[in-house]
Structure formats: structure tokens, C-alpha cells
Nanobody
Framework: QVQLVESGGGLVQPGGSLRLSCAASGSDFSATAMAWYRQAPGKERELVAAITKRGTPNYADSVKGRFAISRDNAKNTVYLQMNSLKPEDTAVYYC?????????????WGQGTQVTVSS
């Protein structure tokens, strides 16, 4: 019943920027912890960034200082601003939701959006 729809992926040159959006429905968004994961070919899915229901962010070491996660509860939307992109950021990016609000059991997932960083 919880639906997550990502948008904003695409092709960008190294050093460029993209902003991903994830629109959520079917849950009390203000009580939901949200996260962005990514999966590159041949690799396991990894946590990129997470944000608590209070708006406190957390980041993987590989993206600290370059990415920023935020949420707009009025729009039921979470964002991932990606700056200074590198080829190794190339992956399918997934939005995930934890409706318990605890910030660790992400059971609901979007369909994924492709991000390709290449010259």
C-alpha cells in the first residue's frame, strides 16, 4: 500500500550535479524515516543517506560533503541533492521508507532511478 516514486535520475558529467526526488503515498509521512540506497553492477545495495522523522540526516562516508538529503513533509517528498559527482557514483538509486519511524527497518522501496556519471 505504501508507494514510493523516484524521479530526477539521468546522465551527468563528472563534477556535475543532480537532484533526486521521491514522492511517498499511503503512509503518515511525518512519522516515517526515509533513506536513499544505491546499487552498482556487481555490488551489494548500500545505504547512501538517511533522514529521521525529525529531519536529522546521516551519510555514508563515500558521499559526505557532496550529497545532502532533505525532506518536505508538506509535499510528502524526500530529496537527494548530489554534487561533485564521480563515475563511481554510477548506480541505480532507490528510495526507501521505514513506517515505524525507527530508521533501520526499511521495508518499502521505490522502483529505482538510474544515475550515470560519465564524460
Amino acid at each position: 500500500q505504501v508507494q514510493l516514486v523516484e524521479s530526477g535520475g539521468g546522465l551527468v558529467q563528472p563534477g556535475g550535479s543532480l537532484r533526486l526526488s521521491c514522492a511517498a503515498s499511503g503512509s503518515d509521512f511525518s512519522a516515517t524515516a526515509m533513506a536513499w540506497y544505491r546499487q552498482a553492477p556487481g555490488k551489494e545495495r548500500e545505504l547512501v543517506a538517511a533522514i529521521t522523522k525529525r529531519g536529522t540526516p546521516n551519510y555514508a562516508d563515500s558521499v559526505k560533503g557532496r550529497f545532502a538529503i532533505s525532506r518536505d513533509n508538506a509535499k510528502n517528498t524526500v530529496y537527494l541533492q548530489m554534487n561533485s559527482l564521480k563515475p563511481e557514483d554510477t548506480a541505480v538509486y532507490y528510495c526507501a521508507a521505514d513506517i515505524t519511524g525507527q530508521g533501520w527497518n526499511y521495508k518499502y522501496w521505490g522502483q529505482g532511478t538510474q544515475v550515470t556519471v560519465s564524460s
